[in-house]
């Protein structure tokens, strides 16, 4: 009795344990981006699987809907505070960072620095997409 009680505990933690490496549909699995927590989430208002995640470690994009992200090179390592989409023209993204506001003209995919100074939160004129609102405190 002793050794088929061992051997039913033995049966049971070997399942218990194997069941995390089966995947299978109605199952979540990590597939966003690396880099540590999302501060702050963005979509582009015309193409919504287009997505922005920024992060401690750089912002990232994904243009199927969040199942694959991709990083954005010229800021990879920088700390990412927010992340705005201009509405009335989606080319144009901005990215606040401790090191300066940052600029994309092509949906995310190239960025270049606008300014030096600390940016912690960022938003775009619904009207025109050439006002841009940073806070540096």
């Given at each position: 009795m002793r050794m088929s009680l061992r051997k039913a505990l033995i049966a049971t933690l070997f399942v218990l344990f194997a069941l995390p490496t089966f995947a299978a549909d109605n199952r979540w699995s990590i597939q966003g981006p690396d880099g540590g927590p999302v501060t702050r989430l963005a979509f582009d208002p015309?193409?919504?699987?287009?997505?922005?995640?920024a992060t401690p470690n750089g912002i990232f994009r994904s243009a199927d809907g969040g199942q694959h992200w991709t990083a954005a090179s010229e800021l990879l390592g920088t700390p990412i505070n927010d992340v705005a989409v201009a509405a009335g023209d989606p080319q144009k993204v901005f990215a606040g960072t401790t090191s300066g506001l940052y600029k994309s003209t092509d949906?995310?995919?190239?960025?270049?620095?606008?300014?030096?100074?600390?940016?912690?939160?960022?938003?775009?004129?619904?009207?025109n997409a050439n006002i841009v609102y940073s806070d540096s405190s």
């Open positions: 015309l193409s919504p699987a287009i997505a922005y995640a949906r995310g995919l190239t960025w270049s620095l606008v300014h030096p100074f600390a940016s912690y939160a960022v938003a775009v004129s619904r009207t």
